[in-house]
């Protein structure tokens, strides 16, 4: 049984943006974002329409009504699309909360990710063949995640924070590639392509990996599994 401490160490608890007090910094972001855009094209538009005064006094109300419409025009697609992307956001970050309690209610998930950091930490013995069941769980939530990851309704953008940690510790342990992914690599394809997916991600942002001394990318049939897709 994992202590408090650590349990909480090891699965954070994520708060929504309408538990945090005040405006989320994402969604402040793209206030910003909106706002800037509203102000650069109101000063087109002025900028273009005014070129063309003309003396006649008759020509500047109908100029200044012209601008007065493009000002609102842009200003209610403006107001539109700022709201369709906090409500995008706001189900982008539920979605991300789901997923790490999944993972975090999965007692079989929190047993191997407790055996796998605690045998890294200190000389304690860690996963064996009581754990082959529960290691499966957790290799078939992350091949989930690629599934989610495929059809383009995750980013490795919005997981990695959070998850490449987590995702690289068991890819990278020796008993479970020896026991499963090795062992039985065909079965987990999925697995095999995430890394791969993940591993590019993070190398083409400057981060570092994890546990480089037991690299899935090592394995014997990691080239052929990779590179099918």
Do not use: C
Request: cysteine-free; glycine content about 8%; overall charge neutral.
């Amino acid at each position: 049984m994992l202590g408090g401490s650590f349990v909480a160490e090891a699965f954070p608890v994520v708060k929504r943006p309408h538990d945090v007090g005040g405006t989320p910094l994402k969604l402040q972001k793209h206030g910003r974002s909106a706002f800037l855009t509203l102000i650069t094209a109101l000063t087109v538009i002025a900028f273009v329409l005014l070129l063309g005064i003309e003396s006649e006094p008759q020509s500047k109300i109908g100029l200044f009504t012209d601008v007065a419409g493009a000002v609102a025009a842009v200003g209610g697609a403006v107001a539109i699309w700022y709201q369709l992307k906090r409500a995008r956001d706001l189900t982008e970050a539920e979605f991300i909360v789901n997923l790490n309690e999944s993972f975090g209610a999965s007692e079989e998930i929190r047993r191997v990710y407790g055996k796998i950091e605690r045998s890294r930490r200190s000389a304690e013995v860690g996963l064996n063949q009581d754990d082959i069941a529960a290691i499966v769980i957790y290799l078939t939530f992350f091949e989930t995640i690629y599934s989610l990851v495929q059809r383009k309704i995750l980013t490795f953008a919005m997981i990695d924070d959070l998850f490449a940690y987590r995702f690289f510790l068991v890819a990278h342990d020796s008993f479970v590639q020896e026991q499963e992914l090795i062992k039985d690599a065909p079965y987990y394809q999925n697995f095999y392509l995430l890394h791969k997916g993940w591993t590019a991600y993070r190398s083409a942002n400057g981060k570092h990996g994890f546990f480089e001394d037991h690299d899935l990318s090592l394995s014997p049939a990691y080239g052929s599994l990779v590179g099918a897709k």
